[in-house]
């Protein structure tokens, strides 16, 4: 991680703060879900990092990215990333989003496959409207609030006590991560989020669908995007909840790595 560049990026009025591993090799882009940032994707990187340049964005409302007053919804996210992808003049990149960020990615996809070379939906929050209106109505907003005044060594213990197993620099950032999470950030909870059947029908890009077996898409959603999209493929990974690139760290790799090397890109 000490050889990782750090910078900003001015797009659509915000600074978008990223972290880079570099080189002159195909561009892989990881885009994180609501309260995590790029710095999560830390264990996969690692993996990725001696045969691709990996670029972690922090969304707007997360990390060191602004928190700008209001423009939280996909279509927002999904304008930033595009203004990344476009200021760094990257060839066409590999585009690997999780929870939030796989629904930012296949909006991305769908309205700009040119700047993208395959892409990647990590359990992406393909919500039924009335789980999306569950979600919007539930605490979680307020539950973050509290968390918000409270210190890292406390938000640390706790993801100590729920998680044991879990590597401790994985807990810590992902806790540095909570609490660098604006409350303004929730606003990409309002219903209603892009259909994403509409979106699946209309990929040009290759496609994989990963997800667990405890997550937000189940194998039957799977099996119908597939059918509505024949050349979006999928994989489920066996004891992985959404968190599924943390439950099952060396599986989620190993297969995000099939789908690059099947893709002609280096590894």
């Avoid at 890009?205 to 799977?222: K, M, R």
Wanted: proline fraction near 7%.
């Amino acid at each position: 991680m000490s050889t990782w560049s750090s910078a900003v990026c001015e797009t659509n009025g915000i600074s978008l703060h990223y972290t880079r591993t570099g080189g002159a090799k195909p561009p892989v882009v990881l885009l994180h879900g609501l309260m995590t940032n790029g710095l999560c994707w830390s264990e996969l990187a690692r993996v990725l990092a001696p045969d691709y340049d990996v670029i972690m964005p922090d969304a707007r409302g997360h990390g060191r990215s602004s928190a700008p007053a209001a423009g939280y919804r996909y279509a927002d996210h999904a304008a930033d990333v595009v203004g990344l992808l476009s200021a760094l003049q990257l060839p066409p990149a590999f585009l690997l989003g999780h929870s939030m960020g796989g629904m930012t990615a296949a909006v991305v996809a769908s309205r700009c496959p040119e700047l993208l070379r395959g892409l990647l939906l990590a359990d992406p929050t393909f919500l039924s409207p009335e789980v999306q209106r569950d979600v919007y109505a539930s605490d979680v907003a307020e539950q973050h609030r509290q968390l918000l005044t409270r210190s890292l060594a406390e938000v640390l213990a706790d993801a100590r006590r729920r998680h044991p197993h879990r590597p401790a620099e994985t807990l810590e950032l992902f806790a540095r991560a909570r609490l660098q999470t604006s409350l303004r950030a929730f606003e990409v909870l309002t219903p209603p989020n892009p259909d994403f059947r509409q979106l699946i029908s209309q990929l040009r890009t290759p496609t994989l669908l990963v997800f667990g077996d405890g997550g937000i898409v189940s194998a039957a959603v799977a099996q119908e995007l597939h059918q509505l999209n024949p050349s979006v493929e999928f994989a489920q990974i066996p004891d992985a909840g959404h968190a599924l690139q943390v439950d099952q760290p060396a599986r989620f790799a190993a297969a995000v790595t099939r789908f690059l090397r099947a893709s002609g890109a280096a590894g």
